[in-house]
């Protein structure tokens, strides 16, 4: 599976993003799906994932309530709905896919997409 995601950008503390990561090789629809983000000087960390039907989500706790995963296996797509936004939101966020359920560390996740890096000013 090739991953890429986009949709990153400056925006300022109470905003919004939304962003997209398109999959492309192996059938996406078998895989679970999630986004990570890694801060400048921390280890990267879980946000969010979905299951390979789209129908279970869940979420870290920093994001929960304010971020929003979804996908659309129909167009090989997985969105990360962003708002409320903080600064301490600030990150390279990335997409992956893995199969299994429940996994939230990052060496659990086979396939990485490049990162679109989003900044929340203050």
């Known amino acids: 599976v090739q991953l890429q995601a986009s949709g990153g950008g400056l925006v300022q503390a109470g905003g919004s993003l939304r962003l997209s990561c398109a999959a492309s090789g192996r059938a996406f629809s078998d895989y679970v799906a999630g986004w990570f983000r890694q801060a400048p000087g921390k280890e990267r960390e879980f946000v969010a994932a979905?299951?390979?039907?789209?129908?279970?989500?869940y979420y870290a706790d920093s994001v929960k309530g304010r971020f929003t995963i979804s996908r659309d296996n129909a167009e090989n797509m997985v969105y990360l709905q962003m708002n409320i936004l903080k600064p301490e939101d600030t990150a390279v966020y990335y997409c992956?896919?893995?199969?299994?359920?429940?996994?939230?560390?990052?060496?659990?996740?086979?396939?990485w997409g490049q990162g679109t890096l989003v900044t929340v000013s203050s």
């Open positions: 992956a896919s893995t199969r299994g359920w429940g996994k939230r560390l990052h060496t659990e996740y086979k396939y």
């Open positions: 979905v299951t390979r039907t789209g129908g279970i989500t």
